[in-house]
C-alpha cells in the first residue's frame, strides 16, 4: 500500500474522504479520524494531512482565509 499512497489516494480513497469531509465532519475528532483512515486504508496521518489540505481548499472557496480560526470552527 506505500507504493499507492505515495502518490496519493486513489480515487476510491478520495471518495471516502469527500463523503466524510461534507458529510459528516469537516473536524473529525481523533477517534473519527481513525474510523475514516481505516475505512479508506490509510494511515492516519495521511487522512490528517489530507483533511487539512482539504478544509485549507474549502476555505478559499468560501472565501475565508485557509488558516482561520474561530469560535464556530
Keep these: 500500500m506505500s507504493a499507492e499512497t505515495a502518490r496519493g489516494p486513489t480515487e476510491d480513497q ?3 474522504l469527500e463523503y466524510n469531509f461534507n458529510k459528516v465532519n469537516k473536524h473529525p475528532d481523533p ?3 481513525c474510523l475514516i483512515a481505516a475505512e479508506a486504508g490509510l494511515t492516519e496521518e495521511e487522512t490528517q494531512k489530507w483533511f487539512k489540505q482539504r478544509l ?4 478559499r472557496s468560501e472565501g475565508l482565509p485557509s488558516e482561520c480560526r474561530s469560535v464556530t470552527d
Design 14 to 16: 478520495v471518495e471516502i
Design 31 to 33: 477517534t473519527t479520524l
Design 56 to 59: 485549507a481548499q474549502w476555505r
